[in-house]
């Protein structure tokens, strides 16, 4: 076990009110992409740049592009939570950890028996039609072709927080709440490059933070304890 290790399950040990908050990182060692990294999804070629794509005005103007991309990059079957989704549920259950707040769409920390996590940009396990209400699977939307369409006619959109588009107030109140009554706070797998996703970490008011990160993040952080080891490989000696 390196220095590093050692310490961070000292904080772990010792704390029996942990926060997380992560980003794309913590689901690359279940073999989703992340969006920033060289083989990130912001690398690949396309004919507009993803972060055009992922827009409510596109969404709007040209949605059969959006789908394609959607299904594409964003449906990824076949994925399992990695160690690092299996350890948060763990601390959750014997009630070390109080919230997870995720920039993450894929569910896997609910796959992995996560219960209390806040997901500020959505989940691509909801899909609403945007005249009735009614709800779709990831399922549903992986199967259907071109723009997918309700029984009632009309369009289905992702429960996806796109560009241009805000965040739901309660999940942000809820992880603001979360973060600033945290004693020990975990940033993991983030570039921490989107706002106000990014901004919640200020919140934190405790003297305990860690960040694990492969890469040195946008932002200067204050930070205890700095890891730059996959964060699955990273957690599974804890
Ligand atoms: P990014 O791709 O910007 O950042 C992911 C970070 O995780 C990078 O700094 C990587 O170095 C690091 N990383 C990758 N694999 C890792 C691993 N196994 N262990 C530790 N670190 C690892 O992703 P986010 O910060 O999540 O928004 O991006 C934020 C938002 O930008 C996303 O939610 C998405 C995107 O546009 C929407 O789609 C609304
Ligand atoms: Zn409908």
Known sequence: MTKAIEALK????????MVFFGGAGVSTESGIPDFRSTNGLYHQEWKYPPEVILSHTFYKSNPEEFFRFYREKLLITGVRPNAAH????????EGKLKAIVTQNIDGLHQ????????????????????KC????????????????HCTCGGQIKPDVVLYEEGLDQRIITSAVNAIANADLLIIGGTSLNVYPAAGLINYYRGNKLVLI?????????AANLVISDPIGETFSQL
């Open 10 to 17: 000292k904080l772990v040990d010792g704390s029996d009110n």
């Open 86 to 93: 299996e350890k948060l549920a763990q601390w959750e259950r």
């Open 111 to 130: 796959a992995a028996g996560s219960s209390n996590v806040l997901e500020l940009h959505g989940s691509v396990h909801r899909n609403y039609c945007e």
């Open 133 to 148: 209400g009614k709800f779709y699977s990831f399922e549903d939307i992986l199967h259907s072709e071109g723009v997918p």
């Open 213 to 221: 990160n492969k890469s040195a993040v946008a932002r200067d952080l």
